[in-house]
């Protein structure tokens, strides 16, 4: 599974990083983003679900982060 931290990444680029990075990966890989709360989950969520990839944990941690887990279609 491929991870990527981008807590404190400002919309839209936290989108944009997470796109490119699974632009590079197979389909049906695992990808896990770390993101801050907020728009920048809820932005990154709806923006890959309408690209056709699936969510497949959101994890909030007691430190307000979120985890995605999402599978590449």
């Known amino acids: 599974m491929e991870s990527l931290d981008l807590r404190g ?8 990083k997470t ?4 632009d590079k990966m197979p389909a049906g890989s695992l990808l896990e983003v770390v993101l801050d709360a907020g728009e920048p989950v809820e932005s990154v969520t709806e923006s890959i ?3 056709g990839h699936v969510i497949e944990s959101d ?6 982060f979120h985890t995605l887990k999402i599978r590449k279609s």
């Open 9 to 16: 990444v400002a919309c839209p680029m936290n989108f944009v």
């Open 19 to 22: 796109r490119l990075k699974l």
């Open 59 to 64: 994890t909030a941690d007691v430190a307000g």
């Open 49 to 51: 679900k309408s690209e």
